[in-house]
């Protein structure tokens, strides 16, 4: 059985007379999950409304990288050093996690998608780690290994990575400023910065501040995803969209599933 997982997107628009916008996800993050056992589609930012009928019919979401959140939305005024924003997209992916939140779906986050998720619970975010972090780390524009990370024992990023010390690389300028209340942080740098966060008890619900997807042979991408794709798989199971009928069970009418969000 395979889980069908939704990966947002960012958008773009075309220079010239008749510009149009674009939708567009890197090719990594479908790739990782295709390797973990999924089934990526893309989901491209609609009106919140939208996103309670487009989670029904996956088994777990992605929350890519991208542009920084908007600081409106956290109750913050801009930082000059604040890059570009898309309140559409961004209002998109914040009412995702808060579903994914709240109605149990596997969700994973990776840069900015765990900054949303952290914004989506109420958290605020760091608009700039050299600006306002005290002697901070080389954070940005690394795709290979970086700097390492310390994780915290006995959360669920320490299980499912099995070490306490994971060597990730860094492509960002933002971060998690304060943590929403439950949202708990599971991995900073020595320079204090949070590199990751879960929410306890969720079936799975997980940020990472790095980039896994783009570290394809790191053991600890392919547990990463392997854990969100074993998350999303059991999602299936109970929610019975893409599962095999069980022995015992009649076999399913064709047109009609059971399949809810
Ligand atoms: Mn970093």
């Not at 395979?2 to 479908?30: F, H, M, N, Q, W």
């Not at 042979?217 to 074993?230: G, P, Q, S, V, Y």
Request: proline fraction near 8%; include cysteine.
């Amino acid at each position: 059985m395979k889980p069908v997982i939704g990966l947002s997107c960012s958008t773009s628009t075309d220079a010239g007379v008749r510009p149009v916008r674009r939708y567009s996800c890197p090719e990594p993050y479908v790739r990782r999950v295709e390797e973990a056992g999924g089934i990526p589609i893309l989901l491209p930012t609609a009106d919140p409304s939208r996103v309670p009928g487009l989670l029904a019919l996956v088994h777990g979401v992605l929350l890519i990288g991208g542009d920084d959140v908007d600081p409106s939305i956290y109750g913050a005024a801009p930082h000059r050093k604040l890059g570009p924003v898309d309140h559409a997209r961004d209002e998109f992916e914040i009412a995702i996690a808060r579903r994914a939140a709240a109605d149990a779906l596997p969700a994973l986050g990776i840069c900015r998608g765990c900054q949303v998720m952290n914004v989506a619970l109420g958290g605020s975010l760091i608009q700039d780690i050299p600006a306002e972090v005290e002697s901070p780390l080389s954070h940005a524009g690394r795709y290979d290994a970086a700097h390492d990370v310390a994780v915290t024992p006995g959360t669920r990023l320490h299980r499912l990575l099995g070490r306490k010390q994971v060597a990730v690389n860094s492509h960002h300028h933002q971060s998690i400023g304060s943590p929403a209340d439950g949202f708990d942080v599971t991995a900073r740098t020595s320079d204090g910065v949070v590199e990751a966060a879960e929410l306890p008890g969720h079936a799975f619900f997980l940020g990472v501040q790095w980039h896994p997807e783009r570290m394809p042979e790191a053991d600890a991408t392919r547990r990463l995803f392997r854990a969100f794709l074993e998350a999303a798989v059991a999602r299936a199971r109970s929610v019975g969209g893409s599962a095999r009928p069980k022995a015992a069970s009649k076999p399913p009418r064709a047109g009609r599933r059971a399949v809810r969000g």
